[in-house]
């Protein structure tokens, strides 16, 4: 049998019965061979990291020492043995202790490095307690990180959210900007980030995508208490934050005709006056009265009456503008807080409702009253713009510039 066979089998058996993680790395970095020390090791086949990168296995800080050692074994000054960092596939860091030889080809001429390494600090293969820690990590409902200094994954665990996430082994390498999928290198995300290498402790929301993560950073420090990175953990709270927002819409809304209730009116209105004296600037008021609602209940029941009032409802909506606020202030009285607005511009909004009220097309047919006051001209606090709106409101009804309800 010639002797490269003789080598080849001997290689075969080497990489198969090996307790060693035996790794041949190309001089460009690609991964030529691997031992069945190194699936163990690593948690991969060799089917799943031969021809790529070895740098794909390691921290960001580590990238430059292995260009070194390439450039080494072609100089003839590699270091045999040397302690080196490694991610295995779960995202996990290890510590190694390598033995490196140079490789060559049949013409002597170097072709890459054969790496031999254990993992430092242990024997034999991880314990009971080990693997289960593992599996526990993978399957919490989170995401959790560690960064180096210059914000690269060096660590990950967790399932994540979606099916679309990156599996953990993926996410090492990639910049917190890429991890996060933040917008811009500004976000806020990297901001807090780098306050977390900076020593501070940092918790905030942060919203990707669909979900809502509750997010914690920390510092990373090592042993000496230097700060290395960063350590981040995100819950996701997109199931919570929808029930707040139900809960908060509940409380401030009116539950027949889904406009803003009293309260929220009477906030936002005050909300309204204080940024009015800040900055002073006019802002109206309209006091709305849905005409005859009483005839209405008597001669056609309730849900008829119901109904008119969700028909005045769906034109306020309609004829406001987004940053207004329109509100049921109670029974069949309505209001408005048009924000930046004058008299004239209260006026217009005024007319368009009632016209829009007048020609809706429903049934009965049904017509609403309508007062307003503006900041300053009518008074400067909510009481005075109230009681303003209104007798305005009242003065429109006594004159008989409405028209009124049909319910024969």
Known sequence: MPVSMWADKVL????????????????????????????????????????????????????????????????????????????EKHGLKLSIAVRRAVLRNDRGEVTGILECGRRQGRTGKETAADSHLRLLADQMPVILWATDQNLRITSNWGCGFSSNEPHNSEAIGRSVFEYLRCKSTDALPMAHHFAALRGESIRFEYKRKDRVLDVHLEPLRAASGEIIGCIGVGLDITQRKKSEEQIRYQATHDALTGLANYREFVDTLERELRRAERSHHSFAVLLLDLDDLKKVNDRLGHLAGNKALKRLAAVMREQCRATDLAARYGGDEFAVVLIDADKEMAEHVARRIESSVRGDGGAPPISVSIGFAVYLGDGTTAQDLLESADRHLYRRKKDGQVGRVSVG
């Open 12 to 87: 075969a058996a080497i990489l198969e019965s090996s307790e060693d993680a035996i790794v041949g790395i190309a001089l460009d970095g690609k991964i030529e061979l691997w031992s069945r020390g190194a699936e163990e090791l690593y948690g991969y086949t060799a089917d799943e990291v031969t021809g790529h990168f070895l740098t794909s296995l390691i921290p960001l800080y580590e990238v430059a020492a292995l260009e070194e050692a390439l450039l080494a074994a072609r100089d003839g000054t590699l270091r045999t043995c040397e302690s080196v960092e490694r991610i």
